[in-house]
């Protein structure tokens, strides 16, 4: 544990002796990382659906339906 109090301590000293301008650059660029990994989650486990038929007759649609689920397809 001592290895995350001196890596804490460095970057308090490292924090400390940047601008305010350079804190806000660094904020900014830590918040668009984090963003960027959180959209890139939702989309990548976002499921795509498309229409697999349409203008169906009640019979064929069963049919069909029959075939997916047989196919364990959801």
Do not use: H
């Not at 400390?16 to 890139?40: L, P």
Request: net charge negative; with cysteine.
């Amino acid at each position: 544990m001592e290895v995350f109090e001196t890596l804490k301590q460095q970057l308090m000293t490292l924090w400390q002796r940047w601008t305010m301008a350079q804190r806000v650059g660094i904020s900014a660029a830590a918040a668009a990382c984090v963003a960027a990994v959180v959209g890139t989650f939702i989309w990548a486990t976002r499921a795509d659906y498309v229409v697999l038929a349409n203008s169906l007759t009640p019979q064929r649609a069963a049919e069909i339906a029959g075939v997916l689920d047989t196919e364990q397809i959801e």
